[in-house]
């Protein structure tokens, strides 16, 4: 049996390819939030997809910092896990029709995003503390401060619009 031994990665590389990984991220949700938002019945929903498409923007911004303080030009690595997220987003839109059902929906969906992000960003953080990187990690955390208050807010948004689904529709048993 022959062994090849797999290329080492410096905790620096490792670093800067979970950045471009979250980079890629970032740019993909802006392409998913409008048709996230454009599909929300309830106005609060829309409303916080939309907030979060204008902070998002500005998280790239903000990663684009990072990079620069990294002395690297900004790229993106493709982020497989995000993608799969969208792509579940998008099916939920095309199988539920509009209703407090699909508001649940979509924000349980929003919510699985933040989440992939808040572990992404945590890591992130920890990362750049580890390699001394102060002033990156405080830019992160920045990052990461919104993507928890994103979270808490479908989480309440969500629960709000299950409460109208369940008025709307009684539950089978």
Do not use: N, W
């Not at 800067?16 to 979250?22: G, V």
């Not at 929300?40 to 204008?54: I, P, V, Y």
Request: charged residues 30%; proline residues 2%; negative net charge.
């Amino acid at each position: 049996m022959t062994t090849v031994k797999q290329k080492e990665r410096t905790l620096r590389e490792l670093f800067i390819a979970e950045l471009a990984d979250a980079y890629d991220s970032e740019k993909q949700l802006i392409k998913a939030l409008p048709g996230m938002a454009a599909a929300a019945q309830d106005a609060k929903l829309k409303a916080a997809f939309t907030g979060h498409l204008a902070e998002t923007k500005a998280q790239v911004t903000l990663l684009e910092e990072v990079f620069a303080l990294l002395e690297l030009k900004p790229r993106g690595k493709h982020c497989d896990g995000i993608e799969g997220i969208i792509e579940e987003g998008k099916g939920v839109i095309e199988e539920i029709t509009a209703s407090s059902v699909r508001d649940t929906a979509l924000a349980a969906g929003g919510r699985r995003a933040e989440h992939y992000e808040i572990a992404a960003y945590t890591s992130l953080i920890a990362m750049a503390e580890a390699l001394g990187h102060a002033d990156v990690s405080k830019k992160l955390g920045k990052i990461l401060a919104q993507e928890e208050a994103a979270e808490k807010k479908l989480g309440e948004l969500g629960s709000a619009a299950l409460s109208l689904a369940q008025e709307e529709m009684p539950v089978e048993a």
